[in-house]
């Protein structure tokens, strides 16, 4: 088993029993890691949180407020065979709206890139007072494989999103609560790995991303979802 440490080193573990090894990223999120970049409303402690609201009491009015977080970029190691992204969240979207003409949305989501083409949601949780909300508010340790081949580089962005319009002649309004903690990546080669059995470890990334790479949501009018 290979880890990347802090200090950019590689400790190589040698197992009889099985020819697997891991490369991991692990970070608990009390505080931004290095090379990672995330826009002033989040806030680190036991746990990285995002609160956001908005409303919109004017006719043609549109308020929309967007919360990120992404990573530095990984480096997927030679011999990989695959990757497990793992995290634990809670999270509470609660829209609303007075009439069939105001509407409010909010959403939590998460994608990432390979070599700078963004793929497809890993999750995306949302409420919607005009639309049918999927999963709004809960908790979970959420876990999935990515698909990715050594070379590889990737870069993950947590994004949260409220937007509020007003057409009639009251209000839409939205809020957002979310927390998240305990990121781990583990990317393996040979025998399939249990990632969560070195949840503590540490590791190393590289070049700094940039937030225009991800928000790549279609465009049109009214609320961007």
Not at 148 to 172: E, K, M, N, Q
């Amino acid at each position: 088993m290979r880890y990347r440490l802090l200090a950019g080193t590689v400790l190589t573990i040698l197992f009889a029993v099985s020819p697997a090894s891991a490369t991991q990223w692990a970070y608990p999120l009390t505080s931004l890691p290095e090379g990672w970049i995330a826009t002033p409303e989040w806030s680190f402690g036991s746990e990285v949180y995002v609160d956001l609201y908005a409303t919109a009491y004017e006719y043609g009015e549109n308020d929309i407020h967007d919360a990120y977080i992404i990573s530095d970029v990984i480096v997927v190691p030679a011999a990989t065979t695959g990757a497990v992204l793992e995290f634990d969240h809670e999270w509470l979207i609660s829209a609303y709206n007075s009439t069939e003409y105001d509407d409010a949305y909010g959403h939590v989501s998460v994608l990432y890139s390979i070599d700078g083409d963004t793929q497809p949601f890993l999750l995306k949780y949302f409420d919607s007072a005009m639309g049918t909300p999927y999963n709004p508010e809960g908790s979970e340790h959420f876990s999935c494989s990515l698909a990715v081949s050594p070379g590889d580089t990737l870069r993950f962005i947590y994004h949260a999103r409220v937007a509020a319009s007003c057409w009639g002649a009251t209000a839409g309004t939205v809020n957002l609560d979310w927390w998240v903690s305990d990121f781990l990546l583990t990317a393996y080669d040979g025998q399939a790995l249990q990632p969560s059995t070195w949840a503590d470890i540490k590791s190393s990334i590289f070049e700094r991303g940039q937030l225009e790479e991800f928000e790549r949501e279609p465009g049109g009018s009214g609320i961007l979802r």
